[in-house]
């Protein structure tokens, strides 16, 4: 009877063992799969951290370019400034529009025309209009008309 009991309590613990295994492999299962889940977000977090790094360290690089650009830009406006006022200021200074003869006989007809406004402006002032006149020209008489067309 010994060899009974022992042999059934040997079965009882081989099934009672085989279903703890099972339960106990499902939670290390569980457990795996969080633990490859966690692995996963973390090299998924360490590539995005490397993504950003590379992408600030590009932004970066490109925005010292578009500095050096600007400044390049900027040392050629200013000697395109120095070069135009150079260029006005010696054909200005150096070569007039139009010759020293046109410009005197534009300077001539200049006086004569202002001579003759000054004169023909003290002739017109001295002389009333003639509606105002003693002699009126009759473009304002107060006179009826009379009608041409009866009904």
Known sequence: MNVVIALVIFIIGGISG??????????????????????????????????????????????????????TAMKQMQESTQLLQKATTVETDGMPFFSAETQQQLAQTATLRHQKRDNDTAEAITEAPLDYSGNPSGLFADQKQKVTTAV
């Open 18 to 71: 085989f279903f703890a295994n099972r339960l106990l492999s499902s939670t290390s299962q569980e457990q795996r799969k969080l633990a490859d889940q966690v692995s996963k977000s973390e090299a998924a977090l360490d590539q995005y951290k490397l993504d950003v790094a590379e992408h600030l360290d590009s932004s970066a690089k490109l925005l010292d370019q578009m500095n050096n650009t600007c400044q």
